[in-house]
């Protein structure tokens, strides 16, 4: 909105004005993102109480249901609160006329609501079972695909759109798949398109949403992953960067960097109820939608391969309890990890949960390290 006031007030100038810079938008959106969950939590944590909106994950093992058992009926689903103040930055900040921004916040939007009834399924069917039970996963699976397949046709749709009207070498570009540390990419068509984007909207979804089991530990490593993609959106979005760095050019990406510093600022006021020990927990209606919009703007600015370097924690965790379920089925009982996802096993074999927390936070600072050092290792 404040973007548009000043393109109405300034009558749409072509002078280099601040607001015009989508990485300043960004930044503004980060800090007022920190300050308005920091400034509400307080405010929403006892709204959540008042509601007895409390849950306690229940694990298949007995040690960590009881080192959990000091967490029983934290507030759950504080990833309204998030999501509430993402949507208010990109509506104030962000250029409302751009089709990603309005593609992104229709995801927003659907994972959103999908998280909210796993969440409260759980919460009310435990109330009254005492079972805790929401959305079966292949339930959760064919919302997410469905979103997937509506993702890529619209985006590829206008991908070709873009091209009748941008001649030159930049018509193919929305086709081109970045590989890390090589100059060249890889032309999709329009198959491979769609099942890429199926596979990296539900894979991010659910990987984010497997790493949310410690105090702290999805939302800040959603701090890391939401900066470097801040950057990558930036500049793909801008034709002489993207140039100068040999990544493919897709024009107006660039104001996906206010999308992902509003999730960077949410995240890190989230984060200051969250960290240990935690007043609030994000819940599936956090975790699903913040793993399937960095995986929309992955596939937005064609840097899905980038995202296995940048939200490394997110993959081990989620190979970690892919590995688990299979070698359970195929050994008959038998398990490679203690439990999983993985970063239980850590909590299981003498880590504490701040221990735990910190070392798989300063693996995302590496894995967010290595992921911008390939900007020009190419």
Not at 210 to 232: E, H, K, P, Y
Not at 255 to 279: Q, S
């Amino acid at each position: 909105m404040l973007y548009h006031l000043f393109d109405a007030l300034y009558g749409h100038p072509a002078g280099p004005y601040a607001y015009k810079d989508p990485l300043f938008r960004g930044t503004c959106a980060l800090l007022l993102g920190f300050f308005l969950v920091w400034f509400l939590g307080p405010w929403f944590i006892r709204q959540l109480r008042r509601y007895s909106i409390g849950d306690q994950a229940e694990f298949d093992h007995a040690q960590l249901n009881l080192d959990n058992a000091d967490k029983r009926n934290t507030p759950t689903m504080g990833g309204l609160l998030i999501m509430a103040v993402i949507l208010c930055n990109v509506l104030l900040l962000a250029d409302l006329n751009n089709y990603y921004i309005t593609m992104g916040l229709f995801c927003m939007v659907w994972l959103t609501a999908l998280g909210s009834v796993d969440d409260w399924l759980k919460l009310t069917i435990k109330r009254r079972t005492g079972t805790r039970d929401g959305l079966k996963m292949h339930e959760k699976l064919l919302f997410q695909i469905a979103l997937a397949v509506l993702l890529g046709f619209y985006i590829y749709r206008h991908g070709e759109y873009n091209a009748t009207t941008i001649s030159g070498d930049q018509i193919q570009t929305f086709r081109i798949l970045n590989v890390p540390f090589y100059k060249t990419g890889w032309e999709l068509n329009q198959v491979a398109f769609f099942i890429i984007t199926i596979l990296v909207v539900t894979g991010t979804s659910n990987a984010v949403n497997l790493t949310d089991g410690m105090d702290g530990l999805a939302s800040g490593c959603m701090v890391l992953c939401s900066f470097v993609f801040m950057i990558l959106a930036y500049i793909g979005g801008d034709r002489e960067l993207a140039n100068s760095l040999l990544f493919p050019h897709i024009p107006h990406t660039a104001e996906l960097a206010v999308l992902c510093g509003a999730m960077m600022g949410a995240c890190m006021g989230f984060l200051w109820h969250n960290c240990y020990p935690a007043k609030v927990f994000m819940g599936d209606t956090g975790s699903l939608p913040l793993g399937g919009m960095i995986g929309y703007v992955a596939i937005c600015t064609r840097q899905e391969l980038m995202l296995f370097i940048v939200g490394g924690v997110f993959v081990i965790e989620a190979v970690s309890v892919i590995m688990q379920v299979g070698y359970f089925k195929m050994s008959g009982g038998k398990r490679i990890f203690r439990v999983a996802p993985i970063h239980h096993h850590f909590h299981l074999g003498g880590w504490t949960e701040t221990q735990t927390v910190t070392r798989f936070w300063l693996l995302a600072i590496v894995f967010a390290g290595i992921a911008l050092a390939t900007v020009k290792i190419r």
